[in-house]
C-alpha cells in the first residue's frame, strides 16, 4: 500500500478530569450564539485509561482499541485493552516526531505528525512501519468515511484525501450558524457524520460531511469535575465500535475512558448521512 500527499494537527492542553458520579443529565437546548442545538450526553460505562498517555488519536476495530499519543519523546502507537487500560501492543515514534491522529484503513494503521508533515503507514497487527505519507499542513485529526480519508488541521477546515495517494480531493469549511467553527482536532466518522472534538473545548461537533454544517453539539463537561480541569488536558479521543454501537471518549491524560450515548430524540437530529462502506 502506498500513498503520497498531505494533511494537519496541534499540540492541546487543558484542565481535567476525576470522574463526577453524578452522570451527565439528558437532555437538549439551543447553544447560546449557535444555530445547532447542544445536548448532554449520559455515561453508559467507564474504563481506567492510562494517566501518562497524551491521547492524540483513538480508534476501535474488530475488538481492540487502538490510540496514538504525542508529545515529542513520548509519542507512540499502542493497543490496549478496553477493560482494564493496560497497554498490550506499543511502538514508540523517534523523538523528532510529535504524534498525532491515528485511523484504520483495512490491514493498515495510519498515523498523522503534528507539524512534520509526514504520516506513517503501519501494519495494524504487527506495528511494522510499511510506508510514510507526506502533506502540506500541520497533522491533527485523522478518519475515514469508508472511501477517502478526512482530516483536520486545526482550522476550520476539513480535507477529503484520496484513499490511495492520500492526495486532497476536495474539503468543506465547518461552520455553526453561519460562523466558522476552527481547532477541530481528534476526529471518528459515526453514522454517516463527522464528529470532532475541540480543541480545549468540554464538547463534540456533530458535522454534515457534505455541508459542513454542525448538526449538533454533545455537551462532555459532566465528564470532569471543575477543579480536575487543572490537572490534565483536554479532551481529545473519539473511537466508534460500529459492531456494537458504542461510542468512547477520553482525553489527554485523562485516567478514565468514558463509554457515552446520546439520548434517542437527539441521535438522528439533522443526520446527514453519508458513506459507511469498510476499506
Not at 70 to 79: F, V, Y
Request: net charge neutral.
Amino acid at each position: 500500500m502506498h500513498f503520497s500527499g498531505g494533511v494537519s494537527n496541534s499540540l492541546h492542553q487543558v484542565g481535567f478530569v476525576a470522574l463526577s458520579a453524578a452522570c451527565l443529565v439528558v437532555g437538549c437546548s439551543a447553544a447560546r450564539n449557535s444555530g445547532a442545538k447542544t445536548c448532554r450526553c449520559e455515561i453508559t460505562n467507564v474504563y481506567p485509561h492510562d494517566r501518562d498517555a497524551f491521547t492524540q488519536g483513538l480508534v476501535f476495530c474488530e475488538g481492540d482499541l487502538f490510540e496514538g499519543t504525542g508529545l515529542n519523546g513520548c509519542s507512540s502507537i499502542r493497543r490496549v485493552d478496553l477493560l482494564t487500560g493496560k497497554v498490550l501492543q506499543k511502538y514508540d515514534l523517534p523523538s523528532k516526531y510529535f504524534g498525532e491522529g491515528i485511523t484504520i484503513w483495512g490491514e493498515y494503521l495510519i498515523q498523522l505528525t503534528w507539524t512534520s508533515k509526514t504520516g506513517f503507514i503501519y501494519d495494524r497487527r504487527s506495528f511494522s512501519l510499511r510506508s510514510t505519507v507526506s502533506y502540506p499542513t500541520a497533522g491533527w485529526g485523522l478518519t475515514h468515511d469508508g472511501a477517502r480519508f478526512i482530516v483536520s488541521d486545526g482550522s476550520d477546515t476539513l480535507y477529503f484525501r484520496d484513499a490511495n495517494t492520500f492526495a486532497e480531493i476536495g474539503r468543506i469549511k465547518v461552520t455553526d450558524g453561519g460562523a466558522p467553527v476552527t481547532e477541530l482536532n481528534e476526529l471518528e466518522f459515526i453514522r454517516g457524520e463527522i464528529w470532532a472534538n475541540i480543541w480545549r473545548q468540554y464538547r463534540i461537533a456533530r458535522i454534515s460531511p457534505t455541508s459542513g454544517q454542525v448538526l449538533s453539539w454533545i455537551d462532555i463537561s459532566g465528564l470532569v469535575a471543575s477543579l480536575d480541569r487543572l490537572l490534565v488536558g483536554s479532551p481529545n479521543g473519539i473511537a466508534y465500535d460500529a459492531t456494537g454501537d458504542r461510542i468512547f471518549v477520553t482525553g489527554k491524560r485523562w485516567p478514565k475512558l468514558f463509554e457515552i450515548r446520546l439520548p434517542p430524540e437527539h441521535t438522528d437530529q439533522g443526520s446527514d448521512k453519508g458513506s459507511t462502506r469498510n476499506p
